[in-house]
């Protein structure tokens, strides 16, 4: 008699552990389980990506402060050197607005109208 009672509890005791586990499982496996997994993966995978750029900034830094050592560009300025000179492109920048008004594309000449499709929507 105790036998059997023992081994219908045991075998209870397993169909309850193992449906719970079923039931877990199931619920991991949910749509919305699993966008939220993924959504925490993604986060994650962000996080470890701007550590990584955060590490590479911090390196550039680094080692344009050791050219920048090894190059003598941070010493002082000698004064009887000459003053630095100003690239063009500073210059046009400078330029007065109305040089730099936009110019418009020719038309054709032969024909006013244009064949153009997609022109008229």
């Known amino acids: 008699m105790f036998r059997r009672t023992f081994w219908f509890t045991a075998g209870a005791a397993a169909g309850v552990w ?12 949910t749509p919305e389980s699993l966008a939220a997994r ?21 390196g550039m830094v680094r080692r344009e402060a050791e050219l920048g050592e ?12 000459p003053a630095q000179r100003h690239f063009a492109v500073e210059a046009a920048e400078s330029a007065p607005a109305a040089d730099a008004a936009h110019r418009k594309l020719p038309y054709n000449s032969y024909n006013d109208n244009s064949y153009n499709r997609n022109e008229d929507h």
Do not use: C, M, S, Y
């Open 18 to 29: 193992a449906t719970t586990k079923v039931n877990r499982k199931l619920k991991q496996l």
């Open 70 to 81: 090894a190059l003598g560009l941070q010493a002082p300025v000698d004064p009887e050197l």
């Open 38 to 58: 993924a959504a925490d993966k993604a986060i994650e995978g962000g996080h470890k990506l701007k550590d990584f750029a955060l590490d590479v900034r911090d």
